[in-house]
């Protein structure tokens, strides 16, 4: 089964905080391969709440050190035998993840922008991110192709870093039309900027880590503009949404006989 479990769909600090929506980070299950991008409060409750099959992770993907992304890093990996692909300076300088739980790793890969990763029978290569602290994205290959824009402003040649995903999930906290007094986040506009400068687009679009600034902007509002605008299907990530990667299709993952 190919899937994507989004294990929360909120973003940043207010988001965090509240969970409501849940911070829980993204599951995929790829060619027969389990990983956990960006586990932040409560993943490991919510997947166990949706009865969400978490047993058997092999890979935990961490893209910087916001505690929204990695404060259950140290809970999977005292739980599974698992690996760890991690932003380098999360690891080297924030010590987000114990020296204990490093050590009991299967492997520990620290990384920067601009790397591949083989971790059979998948490809995992790392993207640029402008962001408050350092950090960087994912693009995970097998069959399908997975694009994830971890927490970024806008930079020239974006485009060319997800050229060609099947999904390419981002990570918006900006509605469209509006500018932020500060520019540390996504927008909606530039999901469109992004998308239309591909060669190939993605044929599913989804925006996660959602702020309360799109929450209080109606996130199908947002999507049906993105989808107006660049011409793919364009979907609001909810918690426990599960993505067919099969299809492309989403459904609720709590009413889901298939978790
Ligand atoms: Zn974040
Ligand atoms: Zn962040």
Known sequence: MNRIVFLGSGGGRTIMFTQVPHTGGIFIELDGKKMIIDPGPGSICNA????????????????????????????????????????????????????????????????????????????????????????????????????YTSDTVYYDGMERQFDGVDVFIANVLVPHGKTPNVLKHFGVDDVIKTVNSMNVKPKLIVLSHLSMWMLRNNPSEQAFIVKKMTGVRTIPAKDDMVVDLDNLSEHDGKLSKFL
């Open 48 to 147: 166990r709440r949706i009865k969400l099959d978490i047993d058997g992770t092999e890979l935990i993907l961490l893209s910087h050190r916001h505690v929204d992304h990695a404060t259950d890093v140290n809970a999977y990996l005292d739980g599974l035998d698992t690996g760890l692909i991690a932003e380098r300076t999360s690891i080297e300088e924030e010590h987000v993840v114990s020296p204990y739980h490093l050590s009991k790793a299967k492997f520990v890969k620290l990384v920067s922008e601009g790397e591949e990763i083989a971790v059979p029978p998948l490809k995992i290569r790392t993207t640029k991110c402008v962001h408050t602290s350092p950090a960087v994205g994912f693009v995970i290959e097998g069959t399908k192709k997975i694009g």
